[in-house]
Structures are given as C-alpha cells and as structure tokens.
C-alpha cells in the first residue's frame, strides 16, 4: 500500500469518527464527471475533467431528506474500506 493510500485512510478514519462523513453506507451511489465542488474527504477541487463519485446517505429511516457527498475514486475506495473495517470491528466486539 503506498502511502497516499495510508494518508487518505487515516483522513477518513478521522473524518467518520468527527462525523464529517458517514459510518455506514450510503442509499445510493452515483458516479460521473466532477461537478467543481470540494472533495468531503482531501478539500481539493473535483474537476470537470476528472471522475467523481456522489454517495447519498438518508437522514433518517423515513429516507425523507439525503445528505450528499462528493469524493475522488481514491477517496471514496478509502472512506468505502474505513467503514467496512470498523463495521467488522464492531461486529467482532
């Protein structure tokens, strides 16, 4: 594992536990060109010119309201492996 990889794990690993972005997985997922807003988890620009991926979480159970997150490929496969570990930590305790 390179260490950008390290890096952006350790950014959503603290980014789940401050609750800046979800622990559990999302209602929906959707990909598609970088809209220009800010990655959720590194802060820089999804360019028009670059692969981005949309996760949707409910608010609740009702799925009445999502909240939306932009991420990186890179960043979200971290987020996506930050959550399933910590979900088979929690499931192992």
């Not at 972005?21 to 999804?46: I, N």
């Not at 670059?50 to 009445?64: C, F, G, P, R, Y």
Request: proline fraction near 4%.
């Amino acid at each position: 594992m390179d260490e950008e990889c390290t890096t952006l794990r350790d950014r959503a690993r603290s980014a789940i536990k401050s609750g800046r972005l979800p622990s559990g997985k999302p209602a929906r997922t959707l990909g598609g060109l970088g809209s220009g807003r800010s990655c959720a988890l590194c802060s820089t620009l999804l360019l028009p010119t670059q692969m981005e991926i949309e996760i949707e979480v409910a608010l609740d159970a009702s799925m009445q309201g999502l909240d939306k997150y932009h991420l990186h490929p890179r960043c979200f496969a971290a987020w996506e492996f930050e959550i399933q570990t910590l979900s088979a930590q929690g499931a192992g305790a």
